[in-house]
């Protein structure tokens, strides 16, 4: 019996468990059901640059009832975003590009634990004028202007950097166009007309000054002399002062009835037909200009220039050529002073190596004339 029993116990157990393996078999015979999933459509795919509406469109796979589309952006220019659940869109607002360059940025979507990053790009804001400076010299450069509009009448100059004001140069422009116009007794419009340009164009401004900040700009410009678009700007620095195509010519210098007070210097160019400049200097004179000779010499030249004379004739009229004595007077005894020779061309730019002679005067000599004698009385 005890036995019997045994066996009908084991018999019961197993079917039990058969049953219960068989029942947990049946309740996991269903497939999960597929991932979502997300893909979008952007318009514009590229923003212009004066901004506007950004759409996202969203096509949703496989959606589930408890998930919402969420969106983000950290991007500043990317304002307003606003979420349409019924649409499955994403709406935002790009602001006006600014930069002269092309910007992206990134609105991030979420659906259901997962992150749809969508980049949005935005193109270059476009001046109305390209404007350049090429050809920069100590004195000049080539100032080149492609405008958009080939048409549109537009007013481009060249101007200092301090001081400039983008802001208000139309306005100041205008004062002065007005004026010029009343002086040469022409209307406004006449005025404007010659001093105005359409289409692309390349001028050189009037002679610079060297190693100074400059300011190229144009703008849109009607009859009325009122700006009809933004005024674009390109500076640019003038160069240095540097040495002209060297002669090859040499100048040479020689002290003749040296005294303690006066001397005789003789200039003698190899070539007689240079022309060059000449200076006599005390010890700080010399190291003031000896580093810097170009742009002194240069300015020296350039200070004689007027409205009747030129640089040319600056040159022409203020230079020696062949031989030339000079003689100094009101030295100072036991003096070192310094006699400086260079050959310039007519732009005022040196174009030989500069000759210098050193000149020290003698102490101070006693006079040896008798005074006269006393009348016998």
Known sequence: MKRFWTHRCFAALFAVLLLTTTGCKEDNAEEPAPPSNVTTTLQPE??????????????????????????????EWITNLTVLEQEAKVTAVAT???????????????????EYPVEITQSARVL?????????????????????????AYYSAVAPAEGFDAATVAAQNLAAFTAAAEEAGQSLAEYLATVTRSGDAEYHPARLTPETSYVAYAYGIDQSGTATSEVVVCTFDSQAVAAGEMTGSTIEIEAQSLTSTSVAVLFKPSDPS???????????????????????????????VTDYWSLEMAVKYSSAYGEKTVQSKELTPETTYYALAVGV????????EVAVLEITTPEETPSTTASPSAPTP
Request: aromatic share 10%.
């Open 46 to 75: 590229v923003v212009p640059a004066e901004g506007g509406t950004i759409t996202i469109t969203c096509a949703i796979e496989n959606p589930v009832t408890s998930a919402r589309l969420e969106a983000r952006t950290d991007e």
């Open 96 to 114: 006006a590009n600014e930069l002269l360059e092309e910007r992206t940025g990134t609105v991030t979507l979420a659906y259901d634990g997962k």
């Open 128 to 152: 109305p004028y390209a404007l350049t400076a090429t050809g920069i010299t100590h004195c000049d450069a080539l100032i080149s202007i492609v405008p958009v509009d080939k048409e549109a």
């Open 274 to 304: 240079i022309y060059y400049y000449y200076e006599m200097f005390d010890a700080a004179g010399y190291e003031e200009v000896r580093d810097n000779l170009p742009a002194h010499i240069y300015n020296y030249y350039i200070e004689q």
């Open 345 to 352: 061309n007519l732009e005022g730019l040196i174009n030989t």
